[in-house]
């Protein structure tokens, strides 16, 4: 018959522990008094209990004044913590009672810029320290794939798919790569699409399960399939391929050097459209509804407006 550990019940109440702290910070049993609105005998029998419970002397008089005892001060500092920890734990259970979920799942396909994500995941984070974040970085299919099998509640990728609704967030600039010294650099001239067939390219792994599909592969022979955003920017900064990249993704590699964009005929950029999609609308909880709210800022104060950007690549044209 197996039995079940249980852990010892605590003999110190919190308030016993919340009085010594109180005494600590307030300077002294009476200043500690009026900060909990409570008796002076009622602040010094709590911490006296606790000595006497524990067997041990927080506190030691010196001249007129109560002074910590080395263990008295190790046992300030860890009712601190715990305290902190109580408080923590009935804020959590007062936004569960408000329905505040315990976790948020968000697929997320990797086109989408990852310095943006952050942000918004850190502020959430401020907000809602309690809320645990799965995330899942996906790839062409994979988030799809995410939200028909339910896996996650909110989701942000180009597809939307069949029986789900979903707001455009974000349109991507893609342009073509490859680091200064490759040797489509070196023609000097406007590349076609034959050239670029003679030499490898980088794609990115479709995430969904039984999807082959390569994210913007041109039919050349020699190519690297990696499953990692990093793993790419990588290769290609190393010169060991070309590569289509949204431009904000590379922005540090572009200003740089270590990137260089091709001088392509025709197709030197692409444009792909980003969905941010509620799995359940009509059931979302607080936490999704708020991360949306921030996703959707986050990318409005990031994006300038459509008619600079337009402004700014004619003037790039006229250059």
Same mark, same amino acid.
């Given at each position: 018959?197996?039995?079940?550990?249980?852990?010892?019940?605590?003999?110190?109440?919190?308030?016993?522990?919340?009085?010594?702290?109180?005494?600590?910070?307030?300077?002294?049993?009476?200043?500690?008094?009026?900060?909990?609105?409570?008796?002076?005998?009622?602040?010094?029998?709590?911490?006296?209990?606790?000595?006497?419970?524990?067997?041990?002397?927080?506190?030691?008089?010196?001249?007129? +004044?109560?002074? #910590? %005892?080395?263990?008295?001060? !190790?046992? /300030? @500092?860890?009712?601190?913590?715990?305290?902190?920890?109580?408080?923590?734990?009935?804020?959590?259970?007062?936004?569960?009672?408000?329905?505040?979920?315990?976790?948020?799942?968000?697929?997320?396909?990797?086109?989408?810029?990852?310095?943006?994500?952050?942000?918004?995941?850190?502020?959430?984070?401020?907000?809602?320290?309690?809320?645990?974040?799965?995330?899942?970085?996906?790839?062409?299919?994979?988030?799809?794939?995410?939200?028909?099998?339910?896996?996650?509640?909110?989701?942000?990728?180009?597809?939307?798919?069949?029986?789900?609704?979903?707001?455009?967030?974000?349109?991507?600039?893609?342009?073509?790569?490859?680091?200064?010294?490759?040797?489509?650099?070196?023609? +000097?001239?406007? #590349? %076609?699409?034959?050239?670029? !067939?003679? /030499? @490898?390219?980088?794609?990115?792994?479709?995430?969904?399960?039984?999807?082959?599909?390569?994210?913007?592969?041109?039919?050349?022979?020699?190519?690297?399939?990696?499953?990692?955003?990093?793993?790419?920017?990588?290769?290609?900064?190393?010169?060991?391929?070309?590569?289509?990249?949204?431009?904000?993704?590379?922005?540090?590699?572009?200003?740089?050097?270590?990137?260089?964009?091709?001088?392509?005929?025709?197709?030197?950029?692409?444009?792909?459209?980003?969905?941010?999609?509620?799995?359940?609308?009509?059931?979302?909880?607080?936490?999704?509804?708020?991360?949306?709210?921030?996703?959707?800022?986050?990318?409005?104060?990031?994006?300038?407006?459509?008619?600079?950007?337009?402004?700014?690549?004619?003037?790039?044209?006229?250059?």
């Amino acid at each position: 018959m197996s039995t079940t550990h249980q852990p010892p019940t605590p003999r110190v109440a919190l308030d016993q522990w919340r009085a010594l702290q109180a005494v600590v910070d307030a300077g002294g049993y009476a200043q500690a008094a009026q900060a909990l609105h409570k008796s002076q005998s009622a602040v010094t029998y709590a911490v006296q209990k606790l000595e006497r419970v524990l067997s041990i002397k927080a506190f030691e008089i010196k001249g007129r +004044k109560a002074v #910590l %005892t080395p263990v008295g001060q !190790l046992l /300030y @500092r860890r009712a601190g913590a715990l305290l902190e920890a109580a408080a923590a734990l009935e804020g959590s259970a007062g936004r569960l009672a408000q329905g505040w979920e315990s976790e948020i799942r968000l697929a997320v396909d990797t086109m989408f810029p990852t310095w943006l994500l952050l942000e918004c995941l850190g502020r959430f984070a401020a907000e809602q320290p309690a809320i645990r974040i799965e995330l899942f970085e996906t790839v062409l299919g994979g988030t799809e794939q995410a939200l028909t099998d339910h896996r996650v509640e909110l989701a942000i990728g180009p597809i939307i798919p069949q029986g789900f609704l979903g707001d455009p967030l974000l349109r991507l600039r893609f342009v073509a790569v490859a680091a200064p010294g490759h040797p489509l650099h070196q023609l +000097k001239r406007a #590349l %076609t699409h034959q050239d670029l !067939l003679h /030499y @490898r390219q980088l794609v990115i792994r479709d995430s969904s399960p039984g999807r082959k599909h390569d994210a913007g592969w041109l039919g050349a022979e020699e190519r690297w399939t990696v499953s990692h955003k990093a793993t790419s920017i990588r290769a290609t900064c190393m010169g060991q391929g070309f590569a289509w990249y949204p431009e904000d993704t590379i922005r540090a590699e572009l200003a740089a050097g270590a990137l260089k964009r091709l001088p392509l005929r025709e197709g030197g950029e692409r444009f792909a459209e980003l969905y941010l999609v509620v799995a359940n609308p009509d059931s979302a909880g607080p936490g999704v509804q708020r991360l949306v709210q921030l996703l959707q800022e986050a990318v409005r104060n990031a994006a300038p407006p459509a008619n600079q950007r337009k402004t700014a690549s004619a003037q790039t044209r006229g250059r």
